[in-house]
C-alpha cells in the first residue's frame, strides 16, 4: 500500500500564502514518478471539490477555475513530494485540503486510490 502524509496546513489571513506538502510511501509503492497526484478540498457542508491535479510526467496541470492564477500543483519525483502552493488565499478557501494519487486520475475523486489524512486550511477575513 501507499501511504501519503501531508503537512503544511493552518490559519492564514486573507491574501496570504500557503504551501501543502505530500510525501509518499509505503511497501508496495514502486515509484512516485509513475503515479497521478491531485489536490481535493472539502468544506463544511459542501462535497469533496476538485482543486487540482499534475500528471506522470508533469508536462500537464489542471487547477480549478475557483483556484486558477492562485495556486499552483507541482511535484519532486525524486523526493516523493507532491505539493501545492497556494496564493492570494481566500476565506472561501477555507476547508480540509486532501492530498491524492493514483495509477489513473484527473478531476473525478473517484479516479485516486490512495489518499492523505488532510489538512485544514482556515483563511481569515
Known amino acids: 500500500q501507499v501511504q501519503l502524509v501531508e503537512s503544511g496546513g493552518g490559519l492564514v489571513q486573507a491574501g496570504g500564502s500557503l504551501r501543502l506538502s505530500c510525501a509518499a510511501s509505503?511497501?508496495?509503492?514502486?515509484?512516485?514518478?509513475?503515479?497521478?497526484m491531485g489536490w481535493f478540498r472539502q468544506a463544511p457542508g459542501k462535497e469533496r471539490e476538485f482543486v487540482a491535479f499534475?500528471?506522470?510526467?508533469?508536462?500537464?496541470?489542471n487547477h480549478a477555475d475557483s483556484v486558477k492564477g492562485r495556486f499552483t500543483i507541482s511535484r519532486d519525483d525524486a523526493k516523493n513530494t507532491g505539493f501545492l502552493q497556494m496564493n492570494s488565499l481566500k476565506p472561501e478557501d477555507t476547508a480540509v485540503y486532501y492530498c491524492?494519487?493514483?495509477?489513473?486520475?484527473?478531476?473525478?475523486?473517484?479516479?485516486?486510490?490512495?489518499w492523505g489524512q488532510g489538512t485544514q486550511v482556515t483563511v481569515s477575513s
Open positions: 491524492a494519487a493514483g495509477q489513473s486520475g484527473g478531476s473525478s475523486w473517484r479516479s485516486y486510490r490512495y
Open positions: 509505503g511497501r508496495t509503492f514502486s515509484s512516485f514518478s509513475n503515479y497521478v
Open positions: 499534475i500528471n506522470r510526467g508533469g508536462s500537464e496541470v
